[in-house]
C-alpha cells in the first residue's frame, strides 16, 4: 500500500464526501475517485458504502483506517526523527494508566516544553497491555506501567510514588461510615473494578481467600465514567486513590483498602529501539527530577 493513498483514504474517512475530500488534498476528483477504487481492488474488499451526499466506512473500512493512522503516523514521526534540526523538538509520546502519582512525568514534561517551545507531547491512555503493544509496534516510545508485572523485555524506571487502592462509593453508602474497607466488607456489595483487576494476583492475595466470593458487575477503562455509575448507587468501584472529586460537595467518598495495598509505577521503553534526542532528554530530566525528589 502506497503511503500517499493512505492519507487519501484518511482524508475521504474523515470528510465523508470525495468532494471535500478532493478539494481538501489539492487533487481532482475522479483521480481521488479511481485512487480509492485501484485500493478497494488490491485489497479484495469494499472499504466505503456510497451514498449521495455522504459515503460511509464499511467494516473493512474502520479496520483499515485505524491501521492507516497508525501507518502514517509512523511515517511521519520517522520522517520527523531523521530530519535535522536546529532546535531541540520533536514529540514525546507517552502511555500510561490514570494515577495522580504521575506528576513527576507531568512536572518532567511542563519543564521540557517551556525550555524548548517546538517539543510537543501527545498522551495516550490504556491499561499496561494496549500501552506494552503501542510501545512494541513503535507508537508510543514510552509507557508506564502501574502494578507488577514482568517487564524483562523493556529498560525500566521505578517512578516515586505509589498508587494506594481503594473503595469508591455514595457518601451515604452503609460502609462510608468505616474508615478502611477489609474484605469482609465487599461480600454481598456489587463492585467494579479495572478491565485487569481479575489477574491482580496483589489484590486476590489482600482479600485473605475471599475473592472468589466478591461480586463484580463490571469493569472499567476509565475510571470518570465508572463514578458515573457509582453515583446512581448501582455499585461501588475499586480504584487508586484521588482520581475522582471526593470533596465535601460530591456525592461521591473513597475509602483505602485495609490492610494497605498499593501499587509501584514504572516507565518502560523498548531495549531494540534507539531513543530520539527529545526523548533522550525526556529520559535524563526525569532521572534527575526523580534523583532531586
Not at 489484590?203 to 475510571?223: A, P, R
Not at 487508586?240 to 483505602?256: C, G, H, K, M
Not at 526523548?279 to 526523580?290: A, C, G, N, V
Amino acid at each position: 500500500m502506497d503511503v500517499r493513498v493512505l492519507r487519501y483514504f484518511i482524508a475521504i474517512a474523515q470528510e465523508q464526501n470525495i468532494s471535500r475530500a478532493a478539494r481538501l488534498l489539492h487533487v481532482s476528483q475522479p483521480a481521488l475517485s479511481r485512487q480509492i477504487a485501484d485500493l478497494e481492488t488490491n485489497l479484495g474488499t469494499q472499504l466505503f458504502i456510497r451514498g449521495k451526499r455522504q459515503i460511509q466506512l464499511t467494516q473493512d473500512g474502520y479496520y483499515l483506517l485505524e491501521r492507516a493512522q497508525e501507518i502514517v503516523g509512523l511515517v511521519d514521526k520517522t520522517t520527523y526523527n531523521l530530519q535535522k534540526q536546529d532546535v531541540v523538538s520533536g514529540t514525546l509520546d507517552i502511555g500510561a494508566g490514570e494515577s495522580v502519582a504521575l506528576q513527576c512525568v507531568m512536572d518532567t514534561v511542563h519543564d521540557i516544553i517551556h525550555k524548548y517551545p517546538e517539543v510537543h507531547v501527545n498522551f495516550n491512555s490504556g491499561d499496561h497491555a494496549i500501552i506494552e503493544s503501542a510501545l512494541d509496534s513503535g507508537i508510543l516510545e514510552f509507557g508506564i506501567i502501574m502494578g507488577h508485572n514482568e517487564l524483562g523485555n523493556y529498560n525500566t524506571l521505578q517512578l516515586p510514588e505509589s498508587n494506594r487502592w481503594g473503595l469508591l462509593m455514595r457518601q451515604d453508602e452503609q460502609l462510608a461510615i468505616k474508615e478502611s474497607i477489609q474484605p469482609s466488607d465487599l461480600l454481598g456489595r456489587s463492585l467494579l473494578a479495572s478491565q485487569q483487576i481479575k489477574q491482580h494476583q496483589d489484590l486476590k492475595n489482600w482479600s485473605q481467600g475471599l475473592f472468589e466470593q466478591f461480586n463484580f458487575v463490571g469493569t472499567y477503562n476509565l475510571i470518570f465514567n465508572a463514578s458515573l455509575l457509582v453515583k446512581t448507587g448501582a455499585c461501588m468501584a475499586l480504584t487508586y486513590e484521588n482520581l475522582v472529586d471526593v470533596s465535601a460537595d460530591s456525592e461521591l467518598t473513597f475509602r483505602p483498602l485495609t490492610p494497605e495495598l498499593t501499587d509501584p509505577n514504572t516507565l518502560i521503553w523498548s531495549k531494540k529501539r534507539t531513543l530520539p534526542d527529545v526523548d533522550q532528554l525526556f529520559l535524563k530530566t526525569l532521572k534527575e527530577k526523580i534523583g532531586e525528589q
